[in-house]
């Protein structure tokens, strides 16, 4: 497996930047890995006897729907702040692989206080994203200090506390405790609706509610981009990620960099469940979206842990979802909905080969222009000794 | 400009302009909505039925395939055009709404949802098509629109015969209970079964074991973790297994089958399922919950032209649940489940619906 982390690269000036070599290269993986994904796809149901392109024609004209689109982008929303909570944590070598227990213990505990607080609506909303926020965080912490104190591998603890979470909430979510006593449904535990103040803004468009949460989302990944590029903190992260001892070395507090990075990775993993409950169901129950922590982190490591790359990532992963489910259905042709995990789990796997291979493309046409330089140069120094001969 | 600067403009505005985007197209479901309402009127095989079934769906050998059967039979006998569609594991509460939409748009206007995790999207898309009669199945709202019948099933009542059955059949008084998943309709399954086994023989020893807690559903469709808890119970001596686990139960019968011990299976009759003949000797009874009726029972009223609303409950008096005699491994103690069955009709025994903590 490769480090999460982009090697290393000398920050080169903006004209460098922008330049067209540098796209191509930064988009070539990503697309490489899609098209072998179809193509692997492709093959897999042309073997089961179904024509792929009508498999791509029914997910390619689901777009057009202006309610689709809606229903993308309110995927996008959960999947973003899934990868982005992922992604904090890899940028500093740190695997959270927590975010699937670090979301659902907030998110039950936001939704218990929306339904207990009923401040005005300018209160109600910090309140209950500071809740899920400081929920979250709390929870990562304990894998944080695990590391930090007692030399824990974070991925075996965050694994432990996963399963721990489930049962947080099998054992709070209980009639009596966070769920009404009396229920209004039968054999589902849900806690009670959270308080119409706590309801988060929607844009209304032709295709139905666009959630509101879409801007904090938007939010987190600017905060994201600038923390990390812009701040001592973000460099400090950075250099954490890169090298533990050449950051020690350099005076950074690694121990404090652990728990931060931690505790910020599972605060930004406290939003996810947010938008489903404040925007759509309203409550929190035993039916409650689950895997959307194992979700972000592949959404995190196509979108190689870039703010904006996850944002394409978390887009593309949405409208896989999304156009995936009419898949099976009868007027569409009957096709296996797996065959959607299958491309999601094909674009990881390819995406972590084409990276490699485009860094070593890369790598190649680099010293390849090195070296013609450097001849270049010797042949020119021999010249001016041939005649000063 | 600084480049922070432009890369947060970048994502607002491209952001923006995918939200005004969303706003411009036109609606996928715009020109199929006037279609539909011919066939609500249900003609001769006019009536479209549609189906969403939870995890597992078709061929799980238990409670989906009962509800499929029902279907089936529907189709063959009322001659009504039917659609099927699927759930998945850990999909987003937006996948079951858009899979009701779908089979709406489809002009499917009499849909049943199988099992409780649909109850939200139901009282939606239901709210949003009141031309559209749905049932669902193991689950009730108060608040749910009056175009939504609830088929509801008394399991605390079949489960109380079963575990008359194992009381009766285990020779080291020892049985165990293996329940998919930890949730309140699966407690009225071990209540049911532990109180009926404790009226036959009150010192008896019941194993429980669940496989998973909600939210985590996934102990509904392992048959692997099922297999585990079952040959768990074994090595602690239990000799009769009653899984209500759905397609984990399957694991649980292999187990206790290789063990030469006896299951009891769930909601479909498990002896005559053809997955597992194999197994056919080992497994007691099954627990009948028929969802096939119930199914069957709701499309006929509609096909009739009725407006099924509310609750209907299908207990061991209307025939709801029942225990199977496939095999025949009952046959000797007909007698005394007929006298439980009979004191349950009455109303002199009343079987809790959560265990005794």
């Known amino acids: 497996m490769t480090s999460p982390n982009p090697p290393a690269a000398a920050k080169p000036s903006l004209a460098q930047r922008i330049s067209g070599e540098r796209i191509v290269l930064a988009l070539a993986a990503p697309v490489l890995a899609i098209l072998l994904s179809v193509a692997i796809c492709s093959v897999l149901l042309a073997t089961s006897g179904k024509n792929p392109f009508d498999a791509w024609n029914v997910m390619i004209t689901f777009v057009s729907g202006s309610d689709h689109q809606v229903l993308i982008l309110n995927r996008t929303t959960t999947y973003y702040l899934a990868a982005a909570a992922a992604a904090f944590g890899f940028r500093m070598n740190l695997f959270n692989i927590g975010v699937e227990g670090q979301y659902k213990v907030a998110a039950l505990f936001a939704a218990f206080v929306g339904t207990q607080v009923d401040l005005p609506s300018f209160l109600q909303i910090p309140l209950l994203l500071i809740t899920a926020m400081l929920v979250g965080g709390l929870y990562a912490s304990i894998a944080g200090l695990l590391k930090v104190y007692r030399g824990v591998s974070e991925v075996i603890s965050t694994i432990m506390l996963n399963s721990i979470a489930t049962a947080i909430v099998g054992v709070l979510l209980v009639p009596g405790i966070f769920a009404p006593k009396v229920s209004g449904t039968s054999n589902s535990i849900q806690t009670s609706p959270v308080s119409e103040s706590s309801h988060f803004f929607s844009f209304t468009t032709n295709g139905g509610q666009l959630w509101g949460f879409l801007v904090i989302a938007i939010a987190v990944g600017v905060i994201f981009q600038l923390t990390l590029t812009r701040t001592r903190f973000g460099f400090d992260l950075r250099a954490t ?21 931690m505790v910020v990775s599972g605060a930004i993993a406290g939003l996810i469940g947010l938008p489903e409950l404040l925007q759509n169901s309203f409550y929190y129950g035993q039916t409650f979206q689950q895997n959307l922590g194992f979700l972000g982190i592949s959404i995190a490591l196509l979108g190689r842990n870039s703010p904006i790359g996850i944002a394409f990532a978390a887009l593309l992963f949405a409208f896989l979802d999304a156009a995936g489910s009419v898949l099976p259905l009868p007027a569409n042709g009957e096709f296996p909905f797996e065959i959607v995990d299958v491309m999601k789990g094909t674009i990881v796997i390819c995406v972590v080969v084409a990276y490699e291979l485009v860094r070593r493309y890369g790598l190649v046409r680099q010293q390849k222009r090195v070296g013609a330089q450097l001849a270049a140069q010797a042949a020119a120094a021999t010249e001016t000794k041939e005649v000063s001969a | 400009m600084r480049r922070s600067m432009k890369l947060a403009a970048v994502v607002l505005s491209g952001s923006l302009g995918m939200a005004s985007l969303a706003a411009c ?8 909505s006037s279609s539909g309402s011919a066939a609500a009127s249900g003609g001769a095989g006019g009536l479209k039925v549609g189906m969403a079934y939870d995890i597992g769906g078709r061929g799980d050998q238990s409670f989906n395939d009962s509800a499929a059967r029902g279907l089936d039979k529907a189709k063959a006998d009322l001659g009504v055009q039917v659609t099927e569609a699927e759930a998945k594991q850990g999909e987003a509460e937006a996948d079951k709404e858009t899979r009701l939409k779908n089979l709406v748009d489809g002009g499917y206007k009499t849909i049943v949802a199988v099992g409780f995790v649909y109850q939200q999207a139901v009282n939606k898309v239901a709210k949003d098509n009141p031309d559209v009669k749905f049932a669902i199945i193991d689950s009730n709202d108060k608040d749910q629109p009056s175009n939504v019948t609830s088929l509801l099933f008394a399991e605390q009542e079949g489960s109380y015969l079963a575990g008359v059955a194992a009381a009766n059949k285990s020779k080291a008084h020892h049985i165990g209970f293996i329940g998919g998943v930890q949730s309140e309709l699966i407690k009225k399954f071990e209540a049911g079964y532990k109180a009926g086994a404790k009226s036959v023989d009150p010192n008896i020893v019941i194993e429980t074991t669940y496989l998973t807690t909600p939210p985590d559903f996934t102990g509904f469709a392992s048959p692997d ?75 006929q009223s509609v096909k009739q032209g009725q407006s099924p609303t509310g609750i209907k409950l299908f207990d061991l008096k209307a025939d709801g649940v029942s225990l199977a005699t496939t095999g025949g491994k009952i046959d000797d103690i007909q007698d005394k489940l007929k006298a439980a069955a009979d004191a349950i009709k009455s109303g002199a025994t009343t079987i809790p619906t959560a265990p005794a903590q």
């Open chain 1, 241 to 261: 990620g890169r090298s533990e001892t050449a950051a020690t070395a350099s005076g950074v507090n690694v121990k404090k960099m652990i728990v931060i990075s």
């Open chain 2, 25 to 32: 197209g036109a609606k996928s479901n715009d020109n199929s």
């Open chain 2, 225 to 299: 973790k099922g297999k585990e808890a079952a040959q768990g119970q074994l090595d602690k001596g239990a000799d009769v297994i009653y899984s209500a686990a759905g397609s984990s139960g399957n694991g649980a019968i292999e187990a206790v089958a290789n063990a030469k011990k006896l299951a009891i299976g769930v909601d479909s009759d498990q002896a005559s399922q053809p997955a597992l003949a194999k197994y056919k000797d080992a497994i007691l009874t099954s627990m009948v919950k028929n969802v096939d009726n119930a199914v069957y029972s709701y499309i």
